[in-house]
């Protein structure tokens, strides 16, 4: 034990983190196996090691942090003390503000744990998720690759893998076997509006099992950010959001690529509305799906410059100073992003022949 008792000293070491949630996580386990177990032969020896663990973990206590005790209570989340170090950490923080887990079980837990990550930098986002798989192992639980909670798309992505074994949790993915809604698709639906329907269906599966959700579309409430936690908002959003995508399908096969153009504006619109606080970065999970939406329209606006219109699209980034003049009923935040710059762009400048569209922006002032 002399190596075990040297690593854990170091109170401010990750490695030493890791070890000693580890130990508490193994003293919990072979003493619920100990109280389940009649005969066995190795109770002795496994009772052996239970009271050398005492003694090396509390040998230890009086250097630990109060944050850092792994609680073996059978009754506590296994998992909340992964949520505890993800919530400690300042790098994250500017990203998901001062955020409070809300799941009262596990399985729940681990969900919430990993759709947080979803609105990080992705690279930041896969060094913690990383994490949070070696630190489940720690306390029983086993990456579960078999069942996922299939999100209608028109391709296959794997967001986060579940969890089996001492918890138990379902992962998530995107995937092109799950059907999406006939209200969206049809038959001969293109695979262009295929794809904005898988965003859009996205979009209200998130509204029903994240409440940390915010939408801030300006023809439901141009005067805030609003949460999406209350059954008549959620409705008020979806009803919009299923409306302009309608809209789109609709004017599909309209031989004039302004019209066109002006519903997939109003469309992107909707979907970029969708928000959280702090808004996602725009190279997190989230800001690359809206992103690769956004793109969406490059084409049209391409059809409508070669049938003899004057186009210009431009999305509004960067400092605020500079863009407000392209923009219109923008949203102030006192979170979240860099202070004079723009933290998410609700609705691109359009400017069609000689008719100006405004922008529409949230910004954080200095």
């Not at 389940?36 to 973990?57: F, I, K, M, Y």
């Not at 009262?104 to 947080?116: A, F």
Request: charged share 25%; aromatic share 8%.
């Amino acid at each position: 034990m002399e190596h075990l008792t040297k690593l854990l000293a170091f109170e401010e070491s990750q490695l030493a983190w890791v070890l000693r949630l580890g130990l508490h996580g193994l003293r919990s386990q072979l003493q619920q196996a100990l109280q389940t177990t009649n005969s066995d032969l190795g109770s002795d020896a496994c009772q052996a090691l239970v009271e050398e663990l005492n003694v090396v973990l509390q040998s230890n206590e009086e250097i630990l942090k109060s944050e850092d005790v792994f609680e073996t209570n059978i009754n506590e989340l296994k998992l909340q003390y992964i949520a505890d170090k993800l919530l400690a950490d300042r790098e994250l923080s500017q990203y998901i503000g001062e955020y409070e887990f809300c799941s009262t079980n596990d399985g729940d837990l681990w969900n919430e744990i990993q759709r947080l990550l979803l609105r990080v930098p992705e690279k930041l986002a896969d060094n913690w998720r990383q994490l949070s798989f070696r630190l489940a192992e720690e306390v029983g639980a086993v990456l579960d690759h078999r069942v996922y909670r299939q999100l209608p798309f028109n391709r296959c992505e794997i967001m986060y893998p579940g969890l089996t074994g001492s918890v138990k949790s379902t992962g998530l993915c995107l995937s092109d076997r799950a059907p999406i809604s006939q209200q969206l698709v049809q038959e001969d639906t293109s695979e262009e509006l295929i794809f904005l329907a898988g965003v859009v269906s996205t979009c209200i599966k998130f509204i029903n099992i994240d409440a940390s959700l915010n939408h801030a579309l300006k023809s439901v409430d141009r005067f805030g950010v609003r949460s999406l936690s209350s059954d008549s908002e959620r409705s008020k959003y979806v009803t919009v959001l299923i409306e302009r995508f309608r809209r789109v399908q609709s004017t599909a096969d309209n031989p004039d690529p302004i019209v066109i153009l002006r519903a997939r504006l109003d469309l992107d619109e909707a979907i970029h509305s969708l928000v959280y606080l702090p808004p996602c970065d725009r190279y997190s999970w989230w800001g690359k799906l809206q992103q690769e939406t956004r793109r969406q329209i490059d084409s049209v606006v391409e059809r409508a410059r070669n049938a003899g219109h004057q186009v210009q699209v431009r999305p509004l980034w960067g400092t605020y100073a500079d863009v407000y003049t392209w923009s219109k009923d923008d949203l102030q935040l006192d979170i979240g992003g860099v202070p004079g710059e723009v933290s998410a762009c609700l609705r691109v400048y359009a400017k069609i022949n000689d008719e100006v569209l405004p922008g529409r922006v949230l910004f954080r002032p200095f």
